[in-house]
C-alpha cells in the first residue's frame, strides 16, 4: 500500500493507457452516429419516427441499467474485470449489424452496444477518478470524456463518408470490428485493476458515508440529485438529436457527406471543450459551469427548427457541443467530490443510470412527438425541457459542497 501514489502525474502511463481505451469505446458509439436512421429506412423499410428510434431506446435502457450494476459491482469483481466483459459483449455488434435479417435483431444488436458501453464506460470513469486523487479529478474527467466524444464524432464523421461513397452497409461497420477488438486486446494485455487506489483514498478520506447511495443520488441530496437530474435531461436532448437530427437535415436534402459533418461537430466540439472545461471544473464553481452549459444546450436546440442552411446548422450543432462540453466532465467531478471514496463507484453508477436512462427517454419522448405532432415540435419540446432542467440546477443545487463534509 506504501508503495502506491495517488495523483496524475504519478499515474500518467496506466491513465493515458485508459484513455486510449476510452477512445475505442466512444468509436463504437460513433460507428452508428450518422448513419442509423438512413440504415433503418434503406435497409428495412422502417420509416416511423418511433420505431427509427426504437434502437436509441433499447440502447439507453441496457446502458443505464449496466451503468448502474457497474458501480454496484466494481468492487466485488474489480474494475478491470468488468471492462474486459464490456469488450466481449461488443465484439459481435457490427456482425450482428452487418447480417442483421430484421429490424428486431437490430435492436437486440442495440442492447449489447449498450450493455458493453454501460460496462466499458463506466469503469475507465471509475478507474480514473481512483488513479488520480482529489487535486485533478475535474482534469482527469475532462480526458475521459474528450477521447470518449472525440472519438464519437471522428468515427460519425467517417462512417457518413463511407457510407456515402461505398453504402450504408457493410462498410461503415467494419471500423466498429477494428475498435473491438483492438480494445479488448489492449485491455486484456496492459490495463491494471485500481481498487488498491480506492483503499489507500480511504485511509485520509473524511467525507461522510451516504446512507442510501441510490436515493440520496436521486432524490434526496440537493447537489447529487440535482447533478442526476441534468444528466438525465442532457442525454435525454441527446438521444433527440441523435435519432431527429439527421432526419431533418435528409428532409432539407443534405447529402450523407453533409450530414456527416454537421453530425459530427457536435460530439467533436463536446469532445475537444472537454480538455479545457474538466480542468475548469477544478478551479471554478461547478454549479455555474452546470448551470450554464444545459442553458446554451436548450438555445442551441431551440434554434434548430427555424434553420436551414449548412453554416448556420453546423453553428447550432457547435454551440451544443460547447454547452454539453462544460457539464459533461463536471457532472462527474462534482459526483465524485460528494461521495466517499467507498461509494464512489456506486453513486457514480446511480448518476450513470438516470443519466443514460436519458437516451431511452429523449428517443421516446421526441419519437412520438414527432409522429403526432411534426419534428418541430419534438425539438421545441426537447429544448424547453433543457432549459427547465438549467433552472434546477440554478435554484436547488447549492453553491458549494462543503455542507456534506464531515468537520
Request: charged content about 15%; cysteine-free.
Amino acid at each position: 500500500m506504501d508503495n502506491i501514489k495517488l495523483g496524475l502525474k504519478e499515474n500518467w502511463k496506466q491513465f493515458t493507457l485508459l484513455v486510449i481505451v476510452n477512445g475505442f469505446v466512444g468509436g463504437m458509439v460513433g460507428m452508428e452516429r450518422s448513419i442509423f436512421p438512413q440504415f433503418a429506412e434503406v435497409e428495412f423499410g422502417v420509416a416511423s419516427k418511433t420505431a427509427i428510434l426504437t434502437f436509441i431506446t433499447a440502447f439507453g435502457i441496457s446502458k443505464a441499467l449496466a451503468n448502474y450494476y457497474t458501480g454496484k459491482l466494481a468492487n466485488k469483481f474489480g474494475r478491470r474485470n468488468l471492462l474486459l466483459f464490456g469488450w466481449i459483449l461488443a465484439i459481435p455488434v457490427p456482425f450482428m449489424l452487418i447480417y442483421a435479417p430484421s429490424w428486431t435483431f437490430v435492436i437486440f444488436a442495440n442492447v449489447l452496444l449498450g450493455l458493453s458501453q454501460g460496462l466499458t464506460w463506466s469503469s475507465t470513469v471509475v478507474m480514473k477518478i481512483d488513479l488520480v486523487g482529489e487535486k485533478d479529478r475535474g482534469f482527469a474527467m475532462g480526458l475521459n470524456e474528450f477521447a470518449g466524444y472525440f472519438a464519437v464524432g471522428v468515427v460519425a464523421f467517417i462512417t457518413g463518408y463511407v457510407a456515402n461513397d461505398y453504402g450504408i452497409t457493410p462498410y461503415p461497420f467494419y471500423i466498429g470490428i477494428f475498435l473491438s477488438i483492438v480494445g479488448f486486446l489492449l485491455t486484456f494485455f496492459w490495463v491494471k485493476d485500481t481498487r488498491d487506489f480506492v483503499h489507500k483514498e480511504s485511509s485520509t478520506d473524511k467525507t461522510v458515508q451516504l446512507k442510501n447511495i441510490f436515493l440520496e443520488t436521486t432524490f434526496k441530496n440537493k447537489t447529487l440529485s440535482s447533478v442526476t437530474q441534468a444528466g438525465l435531461i442532457n442525454n435525454l436532448n441527446d438521444g433527440m438529436i441523435w435519432g431527429l437530427l439527421p432526419i431533418v437535415l435528409l428532409s432539407l436534402n443534405f447529402d450523407n457527406e453533409n450530414i456527416g459533418i454537421i453530425t459530427a461537430i457536435y460530439p467533436t466540439v463536446w469532445g475537444i471543450g472537454q480538455l479545457f472545461t474538466g480542468k475548469m471544473s477544478d478551479h471554478y464553481s461547478k454549479k455555474g459551469m452546470l448551470f450554464w452549459g444545459m442553458l446554451l444546450q436548450g438555445v442551441a436546440i431551440l434554434f434548430i427548427p427555424y434553420s436551414s442552411s449548412f453554416g448556420v446548422l453546423a453553428s447550432l450543432s457547435a454551440i451544443l457541443g460547447l454547452g454539453t462540453a462544460l457539464v459533461y466532465p463536471t457532472f462527474l467531478s462534482t459526483i465524485a467530490q460528494a461521495t466517499s471514496p467507498q461509494q464512489r463507484a456506486e453513486s457514480v453508477g446511480t448518476f450513470r443510470l438516470w443519466r443514460d436512462l436519458g437516451y431511452a427517454f429523449g428517443a421516446i419522448i421526441s419519437g412520438i412527438t414527432a409522429d403526432l405532432f411534426g419534428v418541430e415540435y419534438a425539438i421545441l419540446t426537447i429544448a424547453g425541457l433543457t432549459i427547465i432542467s438549467s433552472l434546477i440546477i440554478k435554484f436547488r443545487m447549492p453553491a458549494t459542497i462543503k455542507q456534506i463534509k464531515s468537520t
